[in-house]
């Protein structure tokens, strides 16, 4: 079963708007990472929270981490088109990260 | 070179043929991790290597695939007598070094198995 589930399946704002999307994970984690894919092909490193985090920002982007509740969330501010994408949290061991199946996240103008 | 380069990007194939998918690592990583996209699923992953050697295939679906790695750079993903389930994107990514998280990923190849 995938490691990292993320919620919602789908998302659709407007742009200017945040959005939000959730991970939910079974076991525990030494640290976990979140991923953009574009257009189905290759994925782009957003940011990775290690176990002892709490928060971590990065430009629009804002990730917690909940290892009491085996959770992450990830929140875009301020919307744009160009965050259109797919987005995946990875967690496991180096050289086996398992994804889940990904939030798809359409801005519109 | 500049980023993780996977070829050919398109691969239309017929039932029973192999096929080989070829992935260039970012110069100096040494990590070079194979996974599998189905159309709208998550990542599946197939194989790592560190340098030449694979410690984990368990990922390979079935005997029919395998894949190799030489001069610790390129690696050639091969999917012998290819059948319609094996139609996915392949992905390939690479690290510094195994161990270290941060994965950098190439644009993929487009299997279709006819």
């Known amino acids: 079963s995938q490691q990292g589930e993320e919620d919602p399946q789908a998302l659709s704002i407007q742009e200017g708007e945040n959005a939000t999307m959730n991970c939910s994970y079974k076991?525990?984690?030494?640290?976990l990472q979140w991923y953009r894919q574009n257009s189905g092909r290759g994925l782009v490193h957003l940011i990775l929270i290690r176990s002892n985090e709490r928060e971590k920002h990065s430009g629009r982007l804002r990730v917690t981490l909940d290892t009491s509740k085996k959770s992450s969330s990830l929140l875009i501010t301020a919307s744009r088109a160009a965050d259109t994408a797919s987005y995946f949290c990875a967690r496991g061991r180096p050289g086996k990260l398992q994804f889940g199946a990904g939030t798809q996240v359409v801005v519109t103008p | 070179g500049a980023g993780v380069s996977q070829s050919p990007s398109n691969k239309v194939t017929e039932k029973g043929k192999d096929v080989e998918l070829r992935c260039d690592p970012i110069?100096?990583?040494?990590?070079l991790y194979w996974y599998r996209q189905s159309l709208g699923q998550g990542l599946e992953f197939l194989i790592y290597?560190?340098?030449?050697?694979?410690?984990?295939k368990s990922g390979l679906p079935s005997d029919r695939f395998s894949a190799e790695r030489t001069g610790g750079s390129v690696s050639t993903l091969t999917i012998q007598r290819t059948q319609q389930e094996d139609s996915a994107v392949y992905l390939c990514a690479s690290s510094l070094e195994q161990g270290d998280e941060k994965l950098f990923f190439g644009s993929g190849t487009q299997l279709s198995v006819l």
């Open positions: 290597f560190q340098g030449n050697s694979a410690p984990d």
């Open positions: 110069s100096g990583h040494t990590a």
């Open positions: 076991t525990s984690i030494n640290n």
